[in-house]
């Protein structure tokens, strides 16, 4: 392995808004620049996923940050 488990990162977001910049930024294979509250995520997209089973509804989103 090349270490690249060990740096993506998880993040939840109830924010329909940076779930929405999260998935354009994947499908155009950008680097993207996303704020979840105090901290911020500089890296490439490789999923969002939506978790419906919570009220309200949260997105995951997996980021190889940069």
Do not use: C, H
């Given at each position: 392995m090349?270490?690249?488990?060990?740096?993506?990162?998880?993040?939840?977001?109830?924010?329909?808004?940076?779930?929405?910049?999260?998935?354009?930024?994947?499908?155009?294979?950008?680097?993207?620049t996303?704020?979840?509250?105090?901290?911020?995520?500089?890296?490439?997209v490789?999923?969002?996923?939506?978790?419906?089973?919570?009220?309200?509804?949260?997105?995951?989103?997996?980021?190889?940050?940069?």
């Amino acid at each position: 392995m090349n270490g690249l488990a060990e740096r993506v990162q998880q993040i939840e977001t109830n924010d329909p808004i940076e779930a929405r910049r999260s998935r354009y930024a994947q499908y155009r294979g950008q680097v993207a620049t996303l704020t979840f509250g105090p901290a911020t995520v500089k890296g490439m997209v490789r999923s969002v996923k939506e978790d419906n089973s919570s009220i309200p509804v949260r997105w995951l989103v997996t980021v190889v940050p940069q």
